[in-house]
């Protein structure tokens, strides 16, 4: 667990580690080297304490510990799904070495037979209040610092003892290979685009060859349509995109994501277009929960598909997890085939996600942390209240 007051390198990129070094006395001409050293143990050999970093000197080692950390967040809570998807509710304090009161957000591992994905939260809470999310019941408390969402990830990887050996030759490179973590989303609570400089300088380190070594195919941010930020994400980290889209017409979705009224679907959809390309990326995802007899008609199929002409698209169809006080059902199942088929047979992509981890509250659209300490109650029946549940899409 991270200690109050001392300041957290998890989440600094090389500019970062280098004023970071400095401020400790490391010369001008060891920076570099310096810095090339932390990279590889923090982010690559998963390493939580600075004593297990083997080739740097016992005295750099009493300077790092005597003003930073590299502490995880506290587990208050770790549930396993009966199909083996897994749900951590983390609790951090500051990261920055400034007090502040601790927040909870829940991060979800799903394993599949060809890949581990891992959906991250990047918000305490959310403003948007989407009328079929759980997360969106729960108000906006703060952003996630880089720190806070790179920490899910090496929390993760430490639960899953997904890290290499750090006991090893400490100059071998860690293989990027075979890792049970091999896919990251954010698509867990809050709305990434809302919180993008952190967002970006995590994501760029998950991404780095010399740090997490993620491929840009893995690594996924999901809006819900906070267009001026869909072109800079498409610059500047050109990961893959997903969009919570829901609805074919604006009065539906400004119902349903109510962003829409800020940006409708014609601006949205018109930022979709230039993404692939900017971005070098093969095609954008479009989400769609299925709600019956909302959005699931073969008219609304048929409009999708007319949104959707010239844009490289998948559509994943998601049926709709039900939480405690929604006013939405899910699809019939034969509702949302007949909607798949149709897409098919239009040439769209259009898997029906199965649904995951809905015993334990985290499938999509079930997250929700309260953030105001849970009661040890709450946390035993899983009603809910005061504990995590993320926006798997």
């Known amino acids: 667990m991270s200690q109050p007051n001392l300041i957290s390198l998890v989440g600094q990129n090389r500019e970062q580690l280098a004023v970071s070094l400095a401020s400790i006395g490391v010369s001008e001409s060891q920076v570099r080297m310096r810095v090339n050293q932390l990279y590889h143990w923090i982010y690559e050999r998963g390493v939580s304490e600075f004593d297990a970093m083997l080739n740097l000197s016992k005295s750099l080692r009493a300077d790092l510990n005597a003003k930073f950390t590299l502490g995880r967040p506290e587990i208050v809570e770790e549930q396993v799904s009966v199909d083996g998807t897994r749900k951590w509710l983390f609790r951090f304090t500051r990261s920055d070495g400034t007090a502040g009161q601790p927040v909870d957000v829940e991060t979800v591992y799903i394993p599949e037979p060809e890949r581990g994905t891992l959906c991250v939260s990047s918000q305490v809470g959310c403003s948007l209040t989407c009328t079929f999310c759980h997360t969106g019941t729960q108000k906006m408390v703060r952003n996630l610092t880089s720190s ?5 990830v090496l929390a993760a990887r430490d639960r899953l003892a997904d890290h290499p050996d750090s006991a090893i030759d400490p100059e071998i490179i860690a293989p990027h290979s075979g890792r049970k973590v091999s896919n990251i989303v954010m698509m867990g609570m809050g709305e990434p685009l ?7 300088n995590a994501l760029l380190i998950a991404l780095d060859d010399t740090a997490m070594g993620f491929s840009r195919r893995r690594v996924t941010l999901s809006t819900s349509g906070v267009v001026p930020a869909i072109g800079k994400t498409a610059r500047e980290i050109r990961c893959m995109l997903a969009i919570s889209l829901h609805a074919v017409d604006d009065e539906l979705r400004n119902e349903l994501v109510p962003i829409n009224r800020k940006y409708p679907l014609k601006k949205l959809l018109e930022a979709c277009r230039e993404y692939p390309e900017i971005a070098n990326c093969r095609r ?29 698209a998948k559509v994943n169809l998601i049926p709709f997890n039900p939480w405690p006080g929604s006013q939405y059902e899910c699809s019939s199942k034969k509702q949302i085939n007949r909607f798949a088929n149709y897409l098919i047979d239009r040439g769209f992509e259009s898997p029906v996600r199965t649904p995951r981890g809905r015993d334990i509250f985290a ?15 709450s946390l035993r029946d ?10 798997l899409g």
């Open 148 to 152: 806070e969402i790179l920490s899910q």
């Open 194 to 200: 809302l919180n993008f400089d952190n967002v970006k």
């Open 284 to 312: 954008i995802t479009f989400e769609y929960v299925m709600l019956k007899d909302v959005n699931d008609s073969l008219e609304e199929a048929e409009e999708l598909v007319r949104l959707l002409q010239g844009i490289p």
């Open 363 to 377: 499938a999509c659209g079930q997250l929700k942390s309260a953030s105001e300490k849970p009661s040890k109650a």
């Open 382 to 391: 899983g009603s809910g209240e005061g504990h995590g549940v993320v926006e």
